[in-house]
């Protein structure tokens, strides 16, 4: 009978084997976790969106259909002029008439638990309706904003239209 001497090279292997697996194992799991944090952070987005896109929706339906909308119209378009500091911290500003009023707030039209919602609107300049008769009506150009937001996700639409009334 000829005795033989293990070296034990076969369990060695199965543990590098194994410790290689775990690990492959592992990183495969913190993958599966980071594309399913993805997923959610891209769903909120895409609800913050729809969300300001119908609150935008909603306050240009009130304003279309409304009397007392013109009263709201009429308190942005008194609203003040925005001071050096607040132009230099929108960066909408530079790109804006010098007639551009200070935000008025609105109140917001659509109702969502899952979302903190903003409305606002802005008077910018008036000027004469195109094809219209110069002498009977004016326009008066309007910013309309909306922001949703939930969680860090946040999404800010706007909207602008003109208002022709008569003179």
Known sequence: MKNHTQQGAALIVALIFLVVMT???VTAMRFANLEEKLTGNSLIKGHNFQVANSELRAQLLSINTSLSAIDTLQKAMAQPLPTDAEKAADPTAAMLPNTTRKNQALTAKVSNTLNTINSSVRFLKTSVC???SVEKFT???????STAAAGNSRSWQSQGFDLALSK
């Open 23 to 25: 690990i492959a194992g």
């Open 130 to 132: 195109p094809e219209s």
């Open 139 to 145: 326009c008066y150009t309007f910013e309309l904003n």
